[in-house]
T-cell receptor, first 116, second 117 residues
Framework: DTGVSQNPRHKITKRGQNVTFRCDPISEHNRLYWYRQTLGQGPEFLTY????????KSRLLSDRFSAERPKGSFSTLEIQRTEQGDSAMYLC??????????????FGPGTRLTVL | AQTVTQSQPEMSVQEAETVTLSCTYD???????LFWYKQPPSRQMILVIR??????QNATENRFSVNFQKAAKSFSLKISDSQLGDAAMYFC??????????????FGQGTELSVKP
């Protein structure tokens, strides 16, 4: 499978618990993006990595959120002390900047988080 | 800051007919990229068509075409010969061409398209 994969696909947690999501990008892609999509809305940018460096974080990414991309491969997004407002679909996308001026992003299937 | 607006939350089209989805955006940049993404129910988002702002010719991909009006900041999607498989949420997205913007996409709210047999 050469597409972007995300795990888990669904996560139900209780308020106050920590959760971690994983994204595996297309293997040669050097850019990796995280977006959040709430019901009936378009995705909103959270953060992005170029290789292992996290180059931009949205103001949506509160201090309870942290993302990593060790060795420039897979990425994890952790949410600490989850709140009901964190319930959303978390999308990961990857791209290869150098050969693609459009920076076309390929999306994963997303992780749907429900906070009870 | 750039914004993208899709004013049609829902649209419906008869199979084999043509439908146009609207998108407007706001930016002070002169060069940028515009995209239409399709998100089928419970499936991942895929790119439908893309346009670079400095290219005046409207992009076309098979049954999908755009009407790009740079001065009006409008970027509509036309789907010809609609098929049942076209039913999905469609998102218009903007990307800055400025390198330090990192290539993040700014999405509209989406238009849910239903196709009637």
């Amino acid at each position: 499978d050469t597409g972007v994969s995300q795990n888990p696909r669904h996560k139900i947690t209780k308020r106050g618990q920590n959760v971690t999501f994983r994204c595996d990008p297309i293997s040669e892609h050097n850019r990796l993006y995280w977006y959040r999509q709430t019901l009936g809305q378009g995705p909103e940018f959270l953060t992005y990595f170029q290789n292992e460096a996290q180059l931009e974080k949205s103001r949506l990414l509160s201090d309870r959120f942290s993302a990593e991309r060790p060795k420039g491969s897979f990425s994890t997004l952790e949410i600490q002390r989850t709140e009901q407002g964190d319930s959303a679909m978390y999308l990961c996308a990857s791209s290869l900047r150098e050969t693609n001026p459009y920076n076309e992003q390929f999306f994963g299937p997303g992780t749907r988080l429900t906070v009870l | 800051a750039q914004t993208v607006t899709q004013s049609q939350p829902e649209m419906s089209v008869q199979e084999a007919e043509t439908v146009t989805l609207s998108c407007t955006y706001d930016t002070s940049e002169s060069d940028y990229y515009l995209f239409w993404y399709k998100q089928p129910p419970s499936r991942q988002m895929i790119l439908v068509i893309r346009q670079e702002a400095y290219k005046q010719q409207n992009a076309t991909e098979n049954r999908f075409s755009v009407n790009f009006q740079k001065a009006a900041k409008s970027f509509s999607l036309k789907i010809s010969d609609s098929q049942l498989g076209d039913a999905a949420m469609y998102f218009c997205a903007y990307r800055s061409s400025v390198y330090n913007q990192g290539g993040k996409l700014i999405f509209g709210q989406g238009t849910e398209l239903s196709v009637k047999p």
